[in-house]
């Protein structure tokens, strides 16, 4: 069973660092193509960066310079270094692997819940 868990969201000041990752298991992750997304309370889910099968990255334009997408396909971990954030970075962050072929192959976590306040 594929399963994918978020963790390392919390309640950090505007200017703060978190570090998101994401544990996948149950498949072997090497051709999936990693994404970031984020919803903010009352907006529609937005894509923020991805990594791709090798190695590529891109970034949402409204964290470009801010955040920085990994990953270590040995221990299957995927990760979101946030910095220089920001009171409009707060959302839930998801993490979603796509197969780079069978596109239907296409899973998604649970969430971490980010807010960043004073």
């Known amino acids: 069973q594929v399963q994918l868990v978020e963790s390392g969201g919390g309640l950090v000041q505007p200017g703060g660092s978190l570090r998101l990752s994401c544990a996948a298991s149950?498949?072997?992750?090497?051709?999936?193509?990693v994404n970031w997304h984020r919803q903010a309370p009352g907006k529609q889910r937005e894509w923020v960066a991805v990594?791709?099968?090798?190695?590529?990255?891109n970034y949402a334009d409204s964290v470009k310079g801010r955040f920085t997408i990994t990953r270590d396909n040995a221990n299957r971990l995927f990760f979101l270094q946030m910095n220089s954030l920001r009171p409009e970075d707060t959302a839930v962050y998801y993490c979603?692997?796509?197969?780079?072929?069978?596109?239907?192959?296409?899973?998604w976590g649970q969430g971490t819940q980010v807010t960043v306040s004073s």
């Open positions: 149950g498949m072997p992750v090497s051709l999936y193509t």
């Open positions: 990594v791709t099968s090798d190695g590529r990255t």
């Open positions: 979603n692997l796509v197969h780079s072929v069978f596109s239907g192959r296409n899973y």
